[in-house]
């Protein structure tokens, strides 16, 4: 018997998996990285040799107002570590410089005093001019034209205004994007919710090309990349994380690419807070993780094809998805996955998109091709089975309702970490 720690929350829960039955335990390249060097280190030294660009201070000489684009309380990145880097390689070249972190929320809610202290440590909450991205305040935003895919493209005053707009982030496999990190701290960083929404429409979210690492021709990213020149990012400072969630290199290649063993039947997959925050409100979001991967556009499953059954690990600790994404999830008690019957979903258009639609959209996707099964202690059972997935409470107890459906001999593929790993089949 095969023991597997999976990533819950704040925590881990254990997998029992017979060995006869264990196919795989698939893990990303970037968890074996030994940098040799402090995180403090890796940073100096990524800023002391940039790809492709001159020095952040070079480029700060002359420049007086300043913007420094961070992340939110959604994302791990380690800003207590680089953002006092980063704030003091802007003033060595220019010590008088005027500068303001603007914190990206994209589509969440504020960032709390309490959670900019843990994120950015004491000093820089009393000592630096703070800034929060509130996508729905019109007065915040100035439209600066169209995105290829006909958009609005509105963004942060502050960004647009100012001599130097620098940010930071971190780059993992996203599951329309391709990838997070760069041109996202922009779209949908510090954008309006009319722009947000826009990008995350159901026609983008449709493309056979928007999906987990897949660049070329998405949409998505395309609106995306766009956006960050027409703001004139001018610098980004980008880390790659391990498998403890620390910095440990500054990206200059793609997160881990593993394949996986074809025609699995069982799969079981872990979500941890710090790795997925958005994991933790919603059983659609848990479900997304399951979009399947690939390289390049994915082509459609055979009709005939059987069906796997994919066991998600999430906690959903706060349980009730945001006030206007409800009544799209709602929708899901109409939805009959694994029958393969016709599925209801409002195709609106791009200006119509509401917040969160890519969601149960995607969401909708997985379940007409997988039974899933949510192993989670947030969330009450009939919760669980009204957004039409299979309720357990421990990774065991999701391991044996699977073996029910597929058989004792059903092949089971682990991966822990699944959202910093980027699948590909043999």
């Not at 202290?117 to 007065?139: L, Q, S, T, Y």
Request: charged letters at 25%; a positive charge; proline letters at 8%.
């Amino acid at each position: 018997m095969k023991t597997i720690s999976i990533p819950y929350y704040t925590s881990t829960l254990d997998l029992h998996v017979d060995e006869a039955n264990l196919k795989a335990v698939v893990t990303a390249k970037m968890h074996e990285y030994k940098a040799g060097k402090t995180e403090v280190e890796l940073v100096h030294e990524a800023l002391e040799h940039p790809i492709a660009s001159p020095r952040l201070r070079d480029l700060a000489k002359g420049k007086q107002k300043v913007v420094l684009v961070t992340s939110d309380h959604t994302r791990a990145v380690p800003s207590k570590i680089t953002l006092p880097i980063l704030l003091d390689e802007i003033r060595q070249g220019n010590p008088d410089a005027d500068i303001t972190i603007l914190i990206a929320t994209g589509l969440h809610r504020p960032t709390t005093e309490e959670e900019q202290r843990r994120m950015f440590g004491d000093a820089i909450v009393d000592h630096e001019k703070i800034a929060i991205n509130n996508a729905f305040d019109p007065d915040q935003f100035i439209h600066m034209g169209v995105l290829p895919s006909g958009a609005d493209f509105n963004v942060n005053k502050l960004a647009a205004e100012c001599d130097l707009l620098v940010t930071e982030g971190f780059i993992e496999p996203h599951f329309f994007a391709g990838f997070s990190g760069g041109r996202k701290s922009i779209l949908p960083g510090i954008c309006s919710q009319e722009t947000v929404n826009e990008n995350h429409s159901y026609k983008a979210i449709s493309s056979p090309y928007a999906n987990t690492g897949v660049l070329e021709h998405n949409p998505i990213h395309e609106d995306m990349l766009a956006a960050a020149k027409m703001v004139n990012v001018q610098f980004i400072f980008n880390v790659a994380l391990d498998g403890q969630k620390k910095d440990h290199r500054r990206l200059g290649r793609r997160p881990g690419k593993r394949p996986t063993p074809k025609a699995l039947p069982l799969s079981a997959n872990g979500a941890s807070a710090p790795a997925l925050p958005a994991i933790s409100w919603s059983p659609a979001t848990a479900a997304t993780r399951w979009t399947r991967t690939c390289t390049r556009a994915p082509r459609p499953l055979p009709r005939r094809k059987p069906v796997r059954v994919r066991m998600v690990s999430s906690s959903c600790a706060a349980a009730v998805p945001t006030a206007w994404a409800a009544p799209t999830l709602k929708s899901s008690s109409r939805w009959a996955p694994w029958t393969r019957s016709t599925v209801t979903f409002p195709r609106s258009r791009p200006r119509e998109t509401i917040p969160e639609q890519w969601c149960p959209q995607i969401y909708a996707r997985i379940l007409k091709k997988h039974p899933v099964i949510l192993v989670t202690t947030y969330l009450k059972p009939e919760e669980v089975r009204k957004a039409n997935m299979i309720p357990a409470s421990t990774p065991d107890e999701a391991l044996e309702i699977a073996y029910q459906m597929k058989g004792r001999d059903a092949s089971v593929v682990v991966i822990p970490d699944g959202v910093s790993v980027l699948a590909v089949k043999e």
